[in-house]
T-cell receptor, first 108, second 116 residues
Framework: LAKTTQPISMDSYEGQEVNITCSHNNIATNDYITWYQQFPSQGPRFIIQGYKTKVTNEVASLFIPADRKSSTLSLPRVSLSDTAVYYCLVGYGQNFVFGPGTRLSVLP | DTGVSQDPRHKITKRGQNVTFRCDPISEHNRLYWYRQTLGQGPEFLTYFQNEAQLEKSRLLSDRFSAERPKGSFSTLEIQRTEQGDSAMYLC??????????????FGPGTRLTVT
């Protein structure tokens, strides 16, 4: 199973771009990378998913280098409501491993 | 609301009692997952269903835990003889299925279990 690491916490200011990196050195060939946002006492909310290169949707971008041993979630122009814990999830089939989570604090 | 729902949202029980949680997935999803999350940690995978078949169980799922998904619709997670270490948030997620790729999982609000 993939093992994942993330920074424990990050601070940012409103309007800035935030990049959160997840390391997954032993990612398997078939593993996908998914990012989730979680607020207190709620279930994780899907943000974005990718397999390789770059994926962009209306809320975020996901950058995955060629070796796929890490991935970076990019949140453009964060707001106070983006204060939450962000998790990467690596897996395929029935094997899924969440990272420890990065607590993002957005300051005014 | 067509999202994943879980019932109850909160459960307080005494050590040694049995508890059962229910999860109703998004209707068109054939895959259903159970996770456990303790305070300050990421969710830990417990088990997974494809339709009514339970395809994988984590070693975290001791013999006191059992999960079912009759008819491939809702699922139940039962914990027998609860212990204080079982106190956690139990999360259910569902997704589309297929062996060609991974589909994003959509999570319910969770059931918070407190064992006293």
């Amino acid at each position: 199973l993939a093992k994942t690491t993330q920074p424990i916490s990050m601070d940012s200011y409103e309007g800035q771009e935030v990049n959160i990196t997840c390391s997954h050195n032993n990612i398997a060939t078939n593993d996908y990378i998914t990012w989730y946002q979680q607020f207190p006492s709620q279930g994780p909310r899907f943000i974005i998913q990718g397999y390789k290169t770059k994926v962009t949707n209306e809320v975020a971008s996901l950058f995955i280098p060629a070796d796929r041993k890490s991935s970076t979630l990019s949140l453009p122009r964060v707001s106070l409501s983006d204060t939450a814990v962000y998790y990467c999830l690596v897996g395929y089939g029935q094997n899924f491993v969440f990272g420890p989570g990065t607590r993002l604090s957005v300051l005014p | 609301d067509t999202g994943v729902s879980q019932d109850p949202r909160h459960k307080i029980t005494k050590r040694g009692q049995n508890v059962t949680f229910r999860c109703d997935p998004i209707s068109e999803h054939n895959r259903l997952y159970w996770y456990r999350q303790t305070l300050g940690q990421g969710p830990e995978f417990l088990t997974y269903f494809q339709n009514e078949a339970q395809l994988e169980k984590s070693r975290l799922l001791s013999d006191r835990f059992s999960a079912e998904r009759p008819k491939g619709s809702f699922s139940t997670l039962e914990i027998q003889r609860t212990e204080q270490g079982d106190s956690a948030m139990y999360l259910c997620a569902s997704s589309s299925g297929g062996w060609d790729r991974v589909y994003e999982q959509y999570f319910g609000p969770g059931t918070r279990l407190t064992v006293t």
